[in-house]
């Protein structure tokens, strides 16, 4: 299976420290070596890398490793491959525009029973997870013509990954603009640091930051991980078949 990481904000924030542990899975200290991605939404659209090499080598890493960009959301995601070859067609997060807004979609698990041409959106790659992306858009864009408001957007987004969960296993981080939707399967986690901060140490390396020194104590931020980053924090794992949307960096709605 592949791993998830989402950062959201209530003010742009570098994701360097989670980073520097999230992108040790990637052939060192886990198996995932089949290519890795990362977004940043900044000034209404994507910044995005992707490489297929895996995370924990690729220089592509090395280089956001060592340019923090500061951000209110982040979308990454380390590939172990189920379905399609490794090229960066097939590398997640996946990128569409819908209603003039960019989107941005990372999957962990496995479609195996998914065949979905698409409509108005159309695969890339020939992945599971950018099938179930561009299912997910052509739904939405038949169902609403512009952006809807945020309860009623939830409301079909939970509807449809309901859906595409019962094809088989559907951890996914969805982002547009300043939100960020994490659909469970079968497992995810997520905190919220906030005042008052305090020390954080990589359960995947000996490298720990005191968040009081580098933060302000109106910050906030939401870290969702497929597995706990840090341990010494208390992570807080989601239901199984349950949707959440992070929003200036807390929990803005869930069900």
């Not at 990362?38 to 956001?64: C, K």
């Not at 479609?111 to 179930?132: C, H, K, N, V």
């Amino acid at each position: 299976m592949c791993q998830l990481l989402g950062m959201n904000c209530n003010v742009p924030t570098d994701i360097a420290f989670s980073f520097e542990g999230f992108r040790r899975r990637g052939g060192l200290t886990d198996e995932h070596s089949d290519g890795w991605g990362i977004g940043f939404f900044e000034a209404g659209a994507w910044r995005l890398f992707l490489d297929y090499l895996p995370s924990a080598t690729s220089p592509v890493a090395d280089f956001v490793r060592a340019y923090p960009i500061k951000s209110l959301n982040v979308l990454a995601h380390i590939r172990k491959a189920t379905q399609g070859q490794l090229s960066l067609a097939n590398t997640h997060p996946f990128r569409r525009e819908l209603w003039g807004r960019e989107w941005l979609l990372a999957h962990n698990g496995n479609l195996p029973e998914l065949r979905y041409a698409g409509q108005r959106f159309r695969p890339l790659g020939d992945t599971d997870s950018e099938q179930a992306f561009c299912l997910l858009l052509d739904r939405l864009s038949a169902e609403f013509s512009t952006m809807p408001d945020t309860i009623a957007l939830f409301a079909a987004i939970r509807r449809i990954t309901a859906e595409l969960a019962k094809a088989g296993s559907f951890n996914v981080l969805l982002g547009v603009e300043d939100l960020l939707f994490a659909h469970c399967s079968t497992q995810l986690h997520y905190l919220i640091r906030k005042a008052p901060f305090r020390h954080a140490h990589l359960a995947d390396a000996d490298v720990s930051i005191n968040f009081a020194e580098c933060t302000t104590p109106n910050d906030r931020a939401a870290i969702i991980a497929t597995l706990p980053l840090t341990d010494n924090e208390a992570w807080i794992r989601l239901e199984p078949g349950s949707l959440t949307l992070f929003r200036a960096g807390q929990v803005e709605l869930a069900g």
